[in-house]
C-alpha cells in the first residue's frame, strides 16, 4: 500500500514541477515582451512638422464656393441628427436557440 502513496506523491511532485516551469516560463515571455514594447517607443522621437507657407493652403474663394454647393446638392434638406452604430437584429440566433429548444420539447398529443 506504501508503494502506491508514494507513486502518488511522486506524480503530483512532478505535476508541481511541471506547472511552476511552464508559469515561469509564461513570466519570462510577458517580461521580454513588454521590455520589447517599450525599446521602441523610448527610442523614436517625434518629428517635428515642417513648415508649411500659408500659400500652399490658399484657396480661391470661388472653390470654396463651389465646393459648398457641391456638398448642399448632394445632401440636400437632410441633416444628421444622431450617429451611433446599427443594432444587430438577433433574428438567426433565436431561430437558432427556437430550434435547439424544440428538438428537446416532448411531444404534446398522445401517442395512438
Known amino acids: 500500500m ?3 502513496i508514494v507513486k502518488a506523491l ?4 512532478l505535476a508541481i ?4 516551469a511552464v508559469a515561469v516560463v509564461i513570466k519570462v515571455i510577458v517580461v521580454a515582451l513588454n521590455k520589447l514594447e517599450r525599446r521602441p517607443a523610448a527610442l523614436a522621437q517625434p518629428a517635428q ?3 508649411v507657407p500659408p500659400a ?12 459648398a454647393a457641391a456638398v448642399h446638392a448632394m445632401s440636400g434638406a437632410h441633416r444628421i ?3 451611433e452604430a446599427a443594432p444587430r437584429h438577433s433574428g438567426w440566433a433565436a431561430e437558432g436557440r ?10 404534446h398529443h398522445p401517442k395512438h
Request: aromatic share 8%.
Open 2 to 4: 506504501s508503494a502506491v
Open 10 to 13: 511522486w506524480i503530483y511532485g
Open 17 to 20: 514541477v511541471v506547472s511552476l
Open 49 to 51: 512638422p515642417a513648415a
Open 56 to 67: 500652399a493652403f490658399a484657396v480661391e474663394a470661388d472653390h470654396i464656393a463651389a465646393i
Open 81 to 83: 441628427v444622431h450617429i
Open 98 to 107: 427556437l430550434v435547439h429548444h424544440a428538438s428537446h420539447a416532448l411531444p
